[in-house]
């Protein structure tokens, strides 16, 4: 399966090698990563607000341990 974050990593690894990528492609790929990110928190704190448990917002969201306690803070 392809994800952006794969897509995104390879971007970056072209960047690296040739130099040649596109910089409204790596943009537009980037936009894409923190979109995703951003629905994913959205998504953890209304699951926190309806009182769900970590381990169902986790295997919801993808979101590290780490990352969902701090959006309970």
């Known amino acids: 399966m392809i994800t952006w974050l794969g897509v995104l990593q390879n971007l970056m690894q072209n960047v690296a090698v040739k130099k040649?990528?596109?910089?409204?492609v790596f943009r537009i790929v980037s936009h894409k990563v923190y979109a995703s990110q951003q629905a994913k928190i959205e998504?953890?704190?209304?699951?926190?607000?309806?009182?769900?448990?970590?381990?169902?917002?986790?295997?919801?969201t993808d979101l590290s341990v780490e990352d969902i306690k701090s959006l309970a803070k």
């Not at 998504?43 to 919801?60: C, G, Q």
């Open 43 to 60: 998504t953890a704190k209304n699951m926190l607000n309806d009182n769900l448990d970590i381990h169902t917002i986790l295997k919801y």
């Open 20 to 24: 040649k990528t596109t910089p409204l």
